[in-house]
């Protein structure tokens, strides 16, 4: 089943005088299917932040849609989107994006919370959250007390909780340890195995190699997709190395 349907995507931002105009996306297409763990790939001013701001409806196309489930979110009113966005999208960030003076628990309540949920509902949905993620010993304390591969899983209880139709992680393992990286990859694989569709934007290959498909964006366009196959995460490695190499180089032949 299609969960996500973009097509032909354009972004063209205007300088603040309008002299110049820059276009940073170009007729992008793609879909991704329910249960799918994609990875979006590109150098610095390829377009993938300005798509994926797109797709957590932070930002506005030019001209184009993007269906989530179905419903346009392009269209949906300025006074409705942050409701759609907490209801639909979870989110997962590079800085975390935690409330120091709130404890972990409670950030990991928010968007409940912001959903007028009651405590009793909220408990449930934490509770096998947290075993799962391995953060039950760390509920109560706040974020400058816990490290960051435990605040990074604290932002992935918060982004699950909701039960999100789509998680949009942008460069979650970048401000991690390699050791802390590796187990919040592991905790995305084994969270998409259960069903949960993910996107995330990412630098790096280790990451991207944990998806199913990675997306490459050049110049505001789809250069290239991997599907993984029966290939393993070496093997993932080293073909998203190698089309990294070619795109680098300007190459077209990505084979």
């Given at each position: 089943?299609?969960?996500?349907e973009?097509?032909?995507?354009?972004?063209?931002?205007?300088?603040?005088?309008?002299g110049?105009?820059?276009?940073?996306?170009s007729?992008?297409?793609?879909?991704?299917?329910q249960?799918?763990?994609v990875?979006?790939?590109?150098?610095?001013g390829s377009?993938k932040?300005?798509?994926?701001?797109?797709?957590a409806s932070l930002d506005?196309?030019t001209?184009?849609?993007v269906?989530?489930?179905?419903?346009?979110?392009?269209?949906?009113k300025d006074?409705?989107?942050?409701?759609?966005?907490?209801?639909?999208?979870?989110?997962?960030f590079q800085d975390?994006?935690?409330?120091?003076?709130?404890?972990?628990?409670?950030?990991?309540f928010?968007?409940?919370?912001?959903a007028?949920?009651?405590?009793?509902e909220?408990?449930?949905?934490?509770?096998?959250?947290?075993?799962?993620?391995?953060?039950?010993?760390?509920?109560?304390?706040?974020?400058y007390?816990?490290?960051?591969?435990?605040?990074?899983?604290?932002?992935?209880?918060?982004?699950?909780?909701?039960q999100?139709?789509?998680?949009?992680?942008?460069?979650?393992t970048?401000?991690l340890?390699?050791?802390?990286?590796?187990?919040?990859?592991?905790i995305?694989s084994a969270?998409?195995?259960?069903?949960?569709?993910i996107?995330?934007?990412t630098?790096?290959?280790a990451?991207?190699?944990?998806?199913?498909?990675?997306?490459?964006?050049?110049d505001?366009?789809?250069?290239?997709?991997?599907?993984?196959?029966?290939?393993?995460?070496?093997?993932?490695y080293?073909?998203i190395?190698?089309?990294l190499?070619?795109l680098?180089?300007?190459?077209?032949?990505?084979?």
């Amino acid at each position: 089943m299609r969960l996500l349907e973009v097509k032909n995507l354009k972004k063209i931002y205007t300088t603040r005088f309008g002299g110049n105009q820059v276009q940073a996306l170009s007729n992008v297409s793609f879909s991704v299917e329910q249960g799918e763990y994609v990875a979006i790939m590109g150098e610095s001013g390829s377009g993938k932040t300005t798509l994926l701001n797109i797709l957590a409806s932070l930002d506005k196309p030019t001209s184009g849609e993007v269906f989530l489930d179905g419903k346009n979110i392009v269209t949906i009113k300025d006074s409705e989107i942050s409701a759609f966005r907490r209801d639909n999208l979870g989110f997962v960030f590079q800085d975390f994006n935690l409330l120091d003076t709130f404890s972990i628990q409670d950030n990991i309540f928010l968007p409940l919370v912001l959903a007028q949920k009651n405590y009793q509902e909220m408990n449930s949905r934490l509770g096998p959250l947290a075993k799962r993620l391995n953060i039950e010993e760390i509920l109560k304390k706040f974020p400058y007390e816990v490290s960051g591969g435990q605040k990074q899983r604290a932002a992935v209880a918060r982004a699950l909780i909701t039960q999100p139709k789509l998680v949009l992680a942008d460069e979650p393992t970048g401000a991690l340890d390699s050791k802390a990286a590796m187990n919040l990859l592991k905790i995305f694989s084994a969270i998409n195995e259960q069903g949960q569709t993910i996107l995330m934007v990412t630098h790096s290959v280790a990451a991207a190699s944990h998806a199913n498909r990675v997306l490459f964006i050049k110049d505001g366009e789809i250069y290239n997709q991997i599907y993984r196959g029966s290939m393993s995460n070496d093997d993932m490695y080293q073909k998203i190395s190698y089309t990294l190499s070619v795109l680098a180089s300007g190459g077209e032949d990505c084979e």
